[in-house]
């Protein structure tokens, strides 16, 4: 069974870093792409940041762009998201996502993209 557990959240203050884990096991995680998505109270989820299984090709969306950095550790079964520079914007719970259907379809951060989500994990972000 595939399961996806996210950590490293917390609370911090604007301009501060935080790095978040998602252990997953199930599966082989070398074979899946990989995502980052957040949601906001009253919100859509949105892409953050996707990863292919090789870690070669990276997506970001705009809004983090030069400040968060995906990267993924194939022989622990762990992707991260290295968040810098936060702000208040970035409040919001993160949920790391699983794709074992082969390449992306479309938009990497396109909810549609993955079928295996895990529980998330808090990020709050004070001004």
């Known amino acids: 069974q595939v399961q996806l557990v996210e950590s490293g959240g917390g609370s911090v203050q604007a301009g501060g870093s935080l790095r978040l884990s998602c252990a997953a096991s199930?599966?082989?995680?070398?074979?899946?792409?990989m995502g980052w998505f957040r949601q906001a109270p009253g919100k859509e989820r949105e892409g953050v940041a996707a990863?292919?299984?090789?870690?070669?090709?990276?997506y970001y969306a705009d809004s983090v762009k030069g400040r968060f950095s995906i990267s993924r550790d194939n022989a622990k079964n762990t992707v991260y998201l290295q968040m810098n520079s936060l702000k208040p914007e970035d409040t919001a719970m993160y949920y790391c996502?699983?794709?074992?259907?082969?390449?992306?379809?479309?938009?990497?951060?396109?909810?549609?993209?993955?079928?295996?989500w895990g529980q998330g994990t808090q990020v709050t972000v004070s001004s």
């Open positions: 996502a699983a794709r074992s259907r082969g390449q992306w379809v479309g938009y990497p951060l396109s909810r549609s993209n993955y079928n295996y």
């Open positions: 199930g599966y082989t995680s070398s074979d899946y792409y």
């Open positions: 990863i292919s299984p090789q870690g070669s090709l990276t």
